[in-house]
């Protein structure tokens, strides 16, 4: 398949020329209310809490001022079975949407937690296929996933906001039983956090099996 896509120009019309709006370079991401799951996410709340009681030194990563869970195998035990399943379907799909059309992939997966000030910096999956988090517990409080513009040129754009040729970062609100997957390369950032009640979410990368 090409990487090069060719626009062909407008034929004239009687009334004037026509105006083709073409939104070039999109970047897709995935977001699904697992409904079905709601019940279970307080038992889960308890289990990532006694992972971090168990193991109360952070995986580090790119979680300041909270903890995350030190090995990449959290949706492995089987606690968070049905979790596995969706996260990996909703992996497939969109990996089918972005061309692969039998996805096979191995999935890295870990606990985030971030009590009062905590954050992530500004990162990306690098190595990956695609990456995504699942929410758990989001009080007032709680900043939002953070996409950064991906394009280097918006940066100098006189544009600013979500219209066509701005520059802008976007967020999306965590939302308890909220997934979203998102291209590995998509560089995010959480800002800190401002509650007693930690911000808890579960991370995860589907990696070439």
Known sequence: ?????????????????????????????????????????PDWVVEIQAVRAASPVSGGRSNRLGWNSPDLTLLQAPAFADL???????????????????????????????DRGGFNFLHMHDGCLVSGCFYLQAPDGSAGLRFRDPRPGVLNAFAKGPGPNANCDMDIAPDPGMLVIFPHWLEHYVEPHENDVPRISIAFNARKG
């Not at 399943?85 to 909703?90: E, K, L």
């Not at 992996?91 to 985030?112: H, I, Q, R, Y």
């Open 84 to 114: 596995d399943v969706q996260v990996r379907c909703y992996c497939t799909l969109a990996l089918k949407e972005m061309g692969v059309p039998d996805p096979v992939f191995d999935l890295d997966s870990w606990a985030n937690i971030h």
């Open 1 to 41: 398949m090409s990487n090069f896509y060719t626009f062909c120009t407008p034929s004239p019309r009687a009334a004037g020329p026509a105006v083709q709006r073409h939104d070039l370079f999109p970047t897709r991401i995935w977001q699904v209310y697992l409904t079905d799951l709601l019940p279970r996410i």
